[in-house]
């Protein structure tokens, strides 16, 4: 008994039940013998085992309540690191490991109803329900971003060969590389989630400068010239087209000028 008291004073439940249960098993007869019953050591010493034991049982508890909570706060503190190095999949694989332990104590068909009765671990099992959605978002979304930023790299040789052809002022073939990425982008450009990821909004804008060249490059019958032109270059002929236009039209007023005068001074 004196072993089991100073195993449960340190904390060690486990061995303290071992030294209840030996005591027990050997102070068997005292409390089983009728001549026994009503001797005042024995009552005193059967009382005295009946305490110890529900301690120990506390202890127990006590101890699975600690062991748990350490347990989650270690995986919550692993999930944080892959979080903040930006490793969805294994913050994700972490998080999974996290839920598990947890649904060992709430699962419906064998619930820890001990370890529930204690207001420590309701109080993280509230905690980490308060935290669950936000933190899974976080994980969504950088399993998105790993996830799309990989298709990224797959287009971008593509996207390449399409600024080439803008490059050399090829329109014909800046036109059929900008076709063939278009048609391998799919849902990339589809949906906020996608569009929050730095990588995907920075191809998305070189993918819209291409497609602004050819657009400017395109005539009115809908076919993009064979040889592109900058912006500048449109801009620059226009307004000498403009100029001419305007400077035809300033000749043609002061011919009718002229010829009015004329007819008017016969």
Same mark, same amino acid.
């Given at each position: 008994l004196?072993?089991?008291?100073?195993?449960?004073?340190?904390?060690?439940?486990w061995l303290a039940l071992k030294y209840c249960e030996q005591t027990r098993a050997i102070a068997g007869p005292l409390f089983e013998e009728d001549r026994f019953q009503e001797?005042?050591?024995? %009552?005193?010493? /059967? &009382?005295?085992?009946?305490?110890?034991?529900? *301690?120990?049982?506390?202890?127990?508890?006590?101890?699975? %309540?600690?062991? /748990? &909570?350490?347990?989650?706060?270690?995986?919550? *503190?692993?999930?944080?690191d892959f979080i903040a190095k930006e490793q969805g999949h294994k913050a994700q694989k972490q998080w999974n490991q996290?839920?598990?332990?947890?649904?060992?104590?709430?699962?419906?068909?064998g619930a820890d109803h001990d370890l529930l009765q204690q207001d420590s671990m309701r109080?993280?099992?509230?905690?980490?329900?308060?935290?669950?959605?936000?933190?899974?978002q976080q994980i969504d979304f950088l399993i998105t971003a790993a996830d799309v930023e990989y298709r990224v790299?797959?287009?971008?040789?593509?996207?390449?060969?399409?600024?080439?052809?803008?490059?050399?002022?090829?329109?014909?073939?800046?036109?059929r590389a900008l076709a063939d990425l278009q048609g391998r982008t799919g849902d990339l450009f589809e949906g906020e989630r996608h569009m929050e990821v730095a990588a995907v909004r920075a191809f998305h804008v070189e993918c819209e400068e291409v497609r602004h060249q050819l657009?400017?490059?395109?005539r009115p019958d809908g076919t993009v010239a064979s040889r592109l032109k900058t912006q500048h270059e449109i801009f620059t002929e226009e307004q000498e087209?403009?100029?001419?236009?305007?400077?035809?039209?300033r000749d043609a007023v002061l011919s009718d000028e002229l010829l009015q005068r004329r007819v008017h001074r016969h």
């Open positions: 004196q072993y089991a008291k100073q195993y449960c004073d340190k904390g060690d439940g001797l005042e050591d024995v %009552v005193r010493f /059967k &009382r005295e085992l009946e305490d110890l034991r529900e *301690r120990v049982d506390r202890t127990i508890v006590d101890r699975r %309540v600690d062991t /748990k &909570r350490k347990e989650y706060e270690n995986n919550v *503190r692993l999930v944080t996290l839920e598990k332990a947890l649904q060992t104590v709430t699962d419906a068909e109080e993280l099992l509230q905690k980490h329900e308060a935290a669950r959605s936000g933190r899974q790299q797959q287009l971008k040789p593509k996207l390449q060969c399409a600024q080439a052809a803008v490059k050399a002022r090829d329109g014909l073939r800046a036109e657009k400017i490059n395109t087209q403009f100029t001419a236009e305007e400077s035809q039209a």
